[in-house]
């Protein structure tokens, strides 16, 4: 026969050994346990219920596993906290920031090379920017009921990627109740609180900490342990224990149902130096062997679609469409695939209204860098036909004289251009020194308006098409100009000596002119050179101008030399005679001869009838003035000289003067003196 023996004793411990032993709902279960074969598991459930009532009403306190007893103002705090209202939206932000910030802290999946953007939800709820990849985590957080299988395969189908959290795990709890502690806190004034309350308010903050790690722990463990949809069906990833990982995989499998378009890229691109390539014409691919060949094929259509519309495209248009689904393609490659058009000439870029030279440094930063695509347009270049280059090519083969210009649309253009500016710079040089010495050459205005025309076309965009469709339209301008150009480019030089020998022969004959139209032979050639110079058509009479300009120059020579004939004769009598009267008064008068000579080159020198005249009248008052000048010497050389020593004598009866020691020793060596007149007075 059994029988119930019940003892009772007594040991000592420690209060803190004590309470860590049955401050939890295991250590409690065992405290309270009547029978050591009592069962074990029913009588925990009930333990923790009644810990679960204590702690609804606040009596006690929860510290991971372990509970304990709430002082007065610890339940007040606990009260409060617990009648702190927060809603369901607060509780799913902070589920979010767990799920999108701590497990899949990531906004992007990277596969391979790519990394595409992904659009978050947890339950209905938006977190980051919309665009790329769906990922929608089901929590329940705001306390619906859960969709069903049905439901979520269905809702995979629309190209999301579906995490559903296993119910099992209780994260809500933590979540709402760190939520209310942090609203608690945020509205009281700590300040105003009593240090104990301080210090209980701090406890809280701590314990909101606590809440969230665990909260994150159990989110984490609920991510592992749930359910994952995509492209509508139920998926179970390969073996891992990472939430993260899960996620990445359910993920990877959505990337080919979103961008069915990414395989269009075959090759991709990582730096601005390949792409700078490719706009230099040295990535040259094989026929049959383009990279990316449906994407370029793609882009094109695009840009002719565009087009068709009249429609403005910039690589900012380009860039945003292309990294979006169906495509998904990176930045650089497409601005490789771009670059692969514009390097085969069939599309064209254009910033500030102007085509970008392939060959410009900023090109690639036109393609990619964001703060420039939004200001780049790209189009479809217009192609030429073949009629419009032909008349192009003829028109400047015309104006600048140059026959070997190329048939392609790229070369002829290019070359056309050099060809243009060339022309442009020679005319230019006409009118800044030709026309600026001489404005009378025929021309300038012709001149003028080439310069102007050519500046206007090598202004236009340098697309051939631009370029070539612009000389196309203005073909008779230019035609003209060519014919009027080609009278003016055989007036210089050649032709210009001739014109500037007439033009000089003018100037020079201006003071002759009277005397010379009184030839008829020089005055019909005058009239011929002036009327040959003021001919608009010079072109076709300046021919005329040498014998013209020879008959006035004969005439003029003979009528020089006849008149320098008759100077000089004039010259040599008119000095013989004032040699003469120098000769007949006993006058040596040096200047006689020298007037001589300086008249005689005088007149051999002049160049004019005019200068000839006025010499004539130069001699008439040199004759004057030598003739004064002997008489001069000759009334110097016969004055008396006084008798007696200091005493001079005028023939005027003027008072006695003091002389020098030369002058009272000089006499006259050609007539005595006269005898003075006055009595002498002796020196002082």
């Known amino acids: ?237 390969t073996k891992t224990s990472s939430a993260k990982k899960r996620i990445e995989e359910v993920l990877a499998r959505l990337v080919d149902t979103v961008y069915p378009k990414l395989s269009y890229i075959d090759r991709n691109y990582t730096d601005d130096a390949s792409i700078k390539r490719i706009l230099n014409g040295a990535e040259q691919a094989l026929p049959g062997q383009q990279p990316n060949a449906r994407a370029i094929e793609e882009l094109e259509r695009k840009l002719k679609t565009e087009a068709a519309r009249h429609r403005t495209v910039t690589m900012g248009d380009i860039q945003r469409q292309y990294q979006a689904a169906p495509y998904g393609w990176r930045e650089a490659d497409i601005a490789a695939v771009a670059a692969e058009l514009l390097a085969s000439h069939r599309a064209k870029l254009t910033y500030a209204g102007k085509t970008v030279d392939l060959q410009d440094s900023k090109c690639v930063n036109y393609l990619r860098m964001r703060s420039m695509i939004d200001k780049v347009q790209i189009e479809m270049r217009r192609t030429t036909s073949d009629a419009e280059r032909a008349t192009a090519r003829r028109a400047i083969e015309d104006l600048c004289r140059v026959h070997d210009l190329p048939v392609d649309e790229e070369g002829l253009a290019r070359r056309i251009r050099e060809e243009l500016l060339e022309r442009r710079d020679g005319l230019q040089r006409l009118l800044d020194v030709e026309y600026r010495r001489n404005r009378n050459y025929p021309g300038y205005g012709t001149v003028a308006d080439t310069v102007a025309m050519l500046d206007e076309l090598l202004k236009i965009d340098p697309d051939p098409a631009e370029l070539l469709g612009a000389i196309v339209r203005r073909k008779d301008d230019l035609l003209d100009a060519a014919e009027d150009l080609e009278d003016i480019d055989g007036f210089f030089p050649d032709r210009q000596r001739i014109f500037d020998s007439a033009t000089e022969l003018l100037k020079q004959v201006g003071a002759d002119r009277e005397d010379l139209e009184a030839d008829a032979e020089a005055a019909t050639a005058l009239a011929a050179i002036e009327s040959i110079l003021a001919d608009k058509n010079i072109y076709q009479r300046i021919s ?122 000089t006499k006259s060596a050609a007539a005595p003196s006269p005898a003075p007149t006055a009595a002498p007075t002796p020196a002082p």
């Open 1 to 237: 026969m059994r029988k119930k023996i019940e003892l009772e004793y007594i040991f000592s411990s420690s209060v803190k050994i004590l309470f860590s032993r049955i401050s939890t709902a295991h250590g409690l279960s065992e405290w309270f346990a009547d029978d050591v074969r009592q069962n074990r598991l029913e009588l925990r459930e009930r333990v923790q219920a009644s810990l679960d009532r204590l702690l609804k009403e606040s009596f006690i306190t929860r510290n991971g596993d372990r509970y304990q007893f709430l002082t007065d103002d610890e339940q007040e705090i606990a009260n409060q906290i617990a009648r702190t209202h927060v809603d369901s939206e607060t509780v799913t932000k902070k589920a979010a920031d767990i799920v999108f910030k701590d497990i899949f802290d990531t906004p992007k999946l990277t596969v391979g090379v790519n990394q595409f953007p992904v659009e978050e939800y947890l339950d209905q709820m938006l977190v980051g920017t919309p665009g790329g990849l769906t990922l929608r985590v089901i929590a329940g957080m705001d306390g619906s009921e859960p969709p069903t299988h049905e439901e979520l395969i269905l809702q995979s189908s629309r190209s999301e990627a579906i995490v559903v959290l296993c119910p099992e795990v209780d994260y809500y709890n933590q979540l709402m109740e760190a939520a209310r502690i942090e609203k608690y806190v945020s509205t009281v004034v700590t300040a105003n609180l009593e240090p104990n309350q301080r210090d209980i308010v701090r406890s809280k903050q701590q314990e909101k900490t606590r809440l969230e790690k665990e909260a994150s722990r159990l989110i984490e463990e609920a991510v592992r342990r749930g359910e994952l949809y995509v492209q509508g069906n139920a998926v179970t990833p």
């Open 544 to 665: 005329e101008l040498p014998s013209a300009v020879q008959q006035v120059r004969t005439v003029r020579d003979r009528m020089l030399k006849a008149k320098r004939a008759d100077l000089l004769e004039q010259i040599d009598t008119t000095i013989d005679e004032l040699a003469a009267y120098a000769q007949e008064r006993n006058v040596k008068l040096s200047d006689i001869e020298k007037t001589r000579l300086t008249r005689h080159d005088t007149a051999n020198n002049a160049a004019t009838l005019t200068e000839l005249d006025a010499l004539k009248t130069r001699l008439e008052k040199d004759q004057r003035r030598l003739s004064d000048e002997i008489d001069r010497e000759y009334d110097r050389i016969n004055r008396p000289r006084p008798a007696t020593t200091g005493v001079t004598v005028t023939s005027e009866h003027a008072a006695p003067t003091a002389t020098t020691p030369t002058d009272r020793g």
